[in-house]
């Protein structure tokens, strides 16, 4: 079986083709990071421009022609409303076109199963940190449930926003990274929540050490990432330790950073946990995760209707009933 799947919950349309064994067949993408922050519209701009080039794309990379394409997958929420407008149209104008099923799914529990599927873990603690996300996540009762989440903007938000208001390009997380190699601590805000982070007072606070204190641009860099970092591996943590569990996942775009890699490695290996990450090229948003997700569930019997196919701009983690 053979699904298409198509990503377009905000920054990123993506197109992946994806075999019932977990084979990456085809994984095509095209991000908009435009310099003054995304805006939804222009977003969805965007990805109507680029969707028919990405299928063409998606199909010649896997070498299969549109009929040979079982199932036709899409991110049906949490998003921008704009972007996943234009995924659920394309993903519909699939399946009707070619007479095929159709399926929407959770944008955020296709992270977690793309890197279940690669990694090989089975009942992870699961840090989930993205462009718009972080949640700290354990499947439980046939839900994955959030454990501890950030109660303003995502982790990758919080480090573009840093990145664009000094200068530094976008999307800031690999820039910054290379920078706070050179660095060295200095004192920022932590904040915490009982299980939950907060990272819009670190983020003034950096904004500000540089512009106004002209603190050294790599310290603010190290500290900064240092300090959100510490916040996400605090809460695993003690996830980990109240549910008994012994492994942690760490997936989407931010699992690219080698310092939360490193940090998450260290507090595991001190603890006696086992750390898997996602593969780099199915980190970030992507259409192969999204197509992944959609064979498990048609799989498992889930099916749904045209009419069923109305995008859910809030559609969270703990939502989502898991019947597989
Ligand atoms: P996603 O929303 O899952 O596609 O992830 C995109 C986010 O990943 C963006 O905010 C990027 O800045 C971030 N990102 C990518 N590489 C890195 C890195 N090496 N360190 C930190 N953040 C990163
Ligand atoms: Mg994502």
Request: proline letters at 4%.
């Amino acid at each position: 079986m053979i699904c298409l799947g198509i990503e377009s919950t905000a920054h990123t349309l993506g197109i992946g083709i994806v075999d019932d064994k977990g084979n990456v067949l085809a994984n095509c993408k095209k991000s908009f990071f435009p310099d003054i922050g995304i805006h939804p519209r222009e977003a969805a701009v965007h990805h109507t421009k680029h969707a028919v080039e990405l299928v063409a794309c998606a199909l010649e990379s896997a070498k299969i022609s549109a009929e040979d394409v079982d199932l036709i997958s899409f991110s049906l929420g949490p998003g921008l409303s704009p972007s996943l407008k234009v995924g659920a149209v394309v993903a519909r104008t699939l399946a009707i076109g070619l007479n095929k099923p159709i399926l929407g799914v959770n944008h955020c529990v296709a992270h977690i199963e793309i890197g279940k599927m690669k990694t090989a873990v089975k009942d992870p603690i699961v840090v989930y940190a993205s462009g718009g996300n972080t949640q700290i996540i354990g499947f439980s009762g046939g839900k994955y449930r959030v454990f501890g989440e950030t109660l303003d903007i995502g982790i990758g938000n919080m480090i573009d926003k840093f990145a664009r208001k000094v200068g530094l390009g976008n999307p800031g997380g690999p820039i910054i990274e290379k920078i706070a190699k050179k660095g060295r601590y200095i004192d920022m805000p932590y904040s915490i929540k009982g299980m939950d982070m907060s990272f819009s007072g670190l983020l003034t606070f950096a904004v500000n050490s540089f512009l106004v204190k002209k603190e050294k641009i790599e310290d603010v860099c190290y500290s900064l990432q240092h300090n959100a970092y510490s916040m996400m591996v605090e809460v695993t943590e003690r996830a980990l330790s109240h549910t008994g569990k012994t492994e942690v996942l760490l997936t989407g775009g931010v699992a690219a950073s080698r310092m939360l890699q490193g940090m998450l490695e260290v507090m595991c290996s001190e603890r006696g946990a086992k750390f898997n990450v996602v593969p780099v090229e199915v980190a970030g948003d992507n259409g192969a995760m999204i197509a992944w997700q959609g064979l498990i569930e048609y799989r498992a019997g889930r099916r749904q209707d045209i009419s069923e196919t109305e995008p859910d701009p809030k559609w969270r983690t703990d939502e989502v009933e898991i019947g597989y």
